[in-house]
């Protein structure tokens, strides 16, 4: 957060993107709760609160990633068996992986149209490839999500894989899912949901928890998916070594 409020503070194109972006997925009591809290964090970023920051921010999203570690454990029916130090530092790991390739994501989306202008004036780039380039860039964002999912299932559980999935069916579930969920919940609160009559301002957490809340159940199902698919397909092997026998 330390970090967006200072290149926040470079100018108001990334605000407006930023917030662009942020209206189309989020609902929008819940965006207005984050656009004020990045003002917030516009006004009181410095220099000098980068690193501790960084380092506060690290182990606060670390503790989230073991409770994320824990709630896959339970998806894929294992018990957790790795030193408690081991699932800190995974937990570690994964996050600093899923910041990256969620930042990468981010970036692209909010600089992606600018990039083929850039490539179009500056290194003389025909407008067809840049007219290509603007239209493969969501494939490639939605591909940072799909693998920062895909890495999440693989290396949080408990679990020992048979072998290294690109993308796993789960995967496709959950990100679909939470799409879905996301611009679903969006329109329902669109057209019926009266959550600032009701609860006042407190109306934005609650639809902001409701919308985290829809997303780890996306996420779970993804890995309940993933579970099934596995146990079949070690029992599979199995059944059919009975039968020759």
């Not at 970090?3 to 926040?8: A, E, H, V």
């Not at 611009?183 to 407190?202: A, D, E, M, Q």
Request: with cysteine.
């Amino acid at each position: 957060m330390a970090l967006l409020g200072l290149l926040l503070q470079s100018g108001p194109v990334l605000q407006e993107t930023l917030h662009k972006y942020l209206a189309a997925v989020a609902p929008e009591s819940s965006s207005g709760l984050i656009d004020r809290t990045i003002q917030e964090i516009i006004r009181g970023s410095g220099g000098g609160k980068l690193s501790l920051a960084l380092l506060f921010a690290l182990g606060s999203a670390s503790q989230g990633m073991v409770a994320i570690i824990e709630s896959l454990n339970v998806a894929y029916k294992v018990e957790e068996s790795r030193p408690w130090w081991k699932k800190h530092l995974v937990a570690l790991e994964l996050t600093i992986i899923s910041l990256v390739l969620f930042a990468a994501a981010l970036l692209l989306m909010i600089y992606g149209g600018r990039l083929s202008e850039i490539m179009v004036r500056h290194f003389g780039v025909s407008s067809f490839i840049a007219g290509v380039w603007k239209i493969l860039q969501w494939p490639l964002l939605l591909g940072f999500v799909l693998m920062a999912f895909n890495i999440l299932y693989l290396y949080a559980p408990n679990v020992k894989h048979r072998r290294w999935h690109w993308l796993m069916p789960g995967t496709v579930m959950g990100v679909a899912l939470w799409l879905m969920v996301s611009f679903g919940f969006k329109l329902y609160l669109s057209l019926f949901g009266r959550f600032t009559v009701t609860y006042g301002s407190i109306g934005a957490v609650i639809i902001l928890l409701l919308w985290l809340y829809l997303s780890a159940t996306a996420i779970l199902i993804g890995a309940e998916v993933n579970s099934a698919i596995e146990k079949a397909s070690i029992e599979k092997p199995e059944e059919s070594e009975c039968s020759s026998a």
